[in-house]
Every structure is written in C-alpha cells, then in structure tokens.
C-alpha cells in the first residue's frame, strides 16, 4: 500500500505478506502482488464490533416499540423470536454482516440467543457463517441467555449445549433474572469450565438500582478469570457520584474487566422517564477510560424495538460517543478511534492491531488525510484489507449540475 497517512500523521508505505504487516517504510521498488496507492489517505487497522446481535437485527416493524423501554424491548423481541426460522435469522445476519464489512469492520463478536423460545435455532443459523464470512471477518458467537437462566428453566443446559456445539463464549444478563448474583455465577462457572470468556448486559438502568458490576468483578478475580469479562452497556454507572464512579472504574481496572459502552441503544433507551433534560444514559467513558479500563464503543441493536435505527457502521458509534461524552478535541478523537480499534481488539483476545511490522493486516482506507476525520466528518470507507487482502473497494463519483446551470445562467 503506497503513500499511507500513519497514525502519527507520516506518509509511508505499508507492505503486508502472510496476512500481516511485513514492514513500513519507502518500499519503492519493490515488488507486490497488487499495489494500492493511498495518496496519503488515512489508513487505520480495521474495526471490530465487540457488541452486537446479529440473530435479532432488521426486525423492524415485525416488533415495534410504543413505549421505548428495556422491558418492552425485552418482551416483543421476545414475541417475535417465536416466529424465527433458521432461514430468517441466517437471512437478516448476512445483510448486517455485509452492512459492517462494507464500513470497514473486520472482527465482530455477536450475541446469539439460547433460550427454551428458540433453544439453538440461532446458532444452527449463524455458526456456519463464521467459516462463510470468514475471508472478511473475524466473527466470534456468544450463548447468550437474554431471557435470563433460573427464570428460564432449561436455558443453562442450552448454555452449554452451544458451548459444546462451538460458541466461542457465554453471555449473561443479571437484571432480567431472579437472581442476579446465581446468574452470574453459573455464567462465570460455564466461562470457566469451558475455558471462555464471558460478557454480560449489566446495569442498564437510570439509577444505580443494580451495580452487578462490584459482584462481577469480584468473582472474576475469585475464579481467576482477569482480562476475560466484559460488561455492555453499564448506564447506572453514570448516576454514581463522582467518587463512586471512580471507585468502581478503578475495582473494574484492578479485575480486567471491559466496558463496551453501546451509544445508540443507551441514548435511545435511557432517560424515558426525566420529563426535564433526560439523560443521556451513556456510561461515564472519559473515566473509565482514565482508570485504565478496556472501554469499547459498539452497535449492539441494528432496527428492533431495542434500537430502531441503524447501519452496522462503527464511525457513527464513534460519534455518538464523541458527542454524548464530549470526546470532540483532536485527543479525545484519537482515544475514541482506539475504542473502535485496540480496545475491542483486547476484549475479543485478538492479536494487538496497529499500524507496525508484525500487526494483522486488517486495514482499512479513508477518504480523508486526518483519521479522526473518520469520526468527526464520518469519512467514507474507501477499501477494506482483511488478512492482507482486498475485501471492499467502494468507488464514489458525484455529478454536480447545478454547477453548469449557474455558469450558463444571465
Ligand atoms: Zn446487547
């Protein structure tokens, strides 16, 4: 790839050979298999979606919301999962995986719901497309228990049951349980006994009525598991006082336990009830991040009654998050850009990325010179590499004849 802008502003070439970055430099002369010629573009490692539900994306008007509540999200997505198909799910998750590639995602970790309503109907649907979507994606599957375990009888057998049939990790949600902390403890208990990871849907809430976090946290640290344990959306936080807020991002720093903060769901969900300056519900990312905490911004829902709205596209993530968290000077840019990059690539374990010898060569192309353009003008995708290799060339042309009308107008 010739004449890549860096991170830190240099133009250089970037020669890529097995799948990854051979060196970075001026390589004129050299020969290659194809040449790519950035013109000093900003180049950045590609995106990876630490969050997100391929099996009840595009749902659309099948499962509407009035209410525009969690439980409401809850119970007619619930409805509506009794009418999937394999057919249906496999059909609405290739249309979401090609949305995100085609916007420079090359990993994504998804949740996939086990449940007695669709027992594993979901991963018969989306398992085959880990190998099928391979060549432009990493995709890694979560058993996620959204109707909760001991309030579902029969789920924590399905549980395991998509563990042994290759889910890459289990994934929980206390709050809608009977018993958050027995919820928690079987997750975990499966994570381990398995030997994965787990990632939980905590504390989504406007007050802090819940904070699982402390007891997740704690219990990662009694079974060992730092470094292992993510927690989406985590809004109650928020409503801490500052010096809780600090408190709990330093016990969740201590514990390698990630944040994945979900801008779209948590705007879109939080502050129903505040009738004067509702909350933004997002949680409190400059902190945690300032903590040390692992902090990815995802999509998480893709148009259903959670979220009605959205493209599968990472830099709109990023700019919520840059306004909703007021992360809008250059700095913060870059941090939010990483929380798109570096810090979801370390929660879904994947080889560091970046732009040095030795990094995945998943990269991708921007219509800008400056990369945190990519957020604050939303520049387009212009190629996406994955593995070295060219996955999406996008071409973009516009005519402008209004131009010519102004020219020949008296
Ligand atoms: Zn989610």
Redesign the pocket.
Known sequence: MRECRLPDGQVADVGCRGGRIAEIGALIGRAADREILCEGRAVTPGLVDA???LDKALLGARAPSRDGTVAEAIRVTGAAKRGFTREDIGDRARRVLDMAVRQGTTAMRS?IEVDPIVGLMGFEATLPLRREYAPAIDLQLCAFAQEGILQAPGTEALLREALRAGADLVGGVPYNDTDARRHIDIVLDLAVEFGVDADF?TDFFDEPQHLHARYIAAETVRRGWQGRVAL??MSEMAALPPDEQDALARTLAQAGVAVIV?PA?DLYLMGRKDVRSPRRGLAPVKRLLAAGVTVAAAT??VRNA?TPLGTAGLPLMGYLVAVAAHMGAESDLGQVLDMLTTHPAKILRLPRPGLFAGAPADLVVWDTDRAEEVLSALSPCLLVVKAGRITVEHTRSAAEPWRARTRTSP
């Open positions: 969050h997100i539900h949740h849907h989406g959306h979900l769901t998480n829902n959670f």
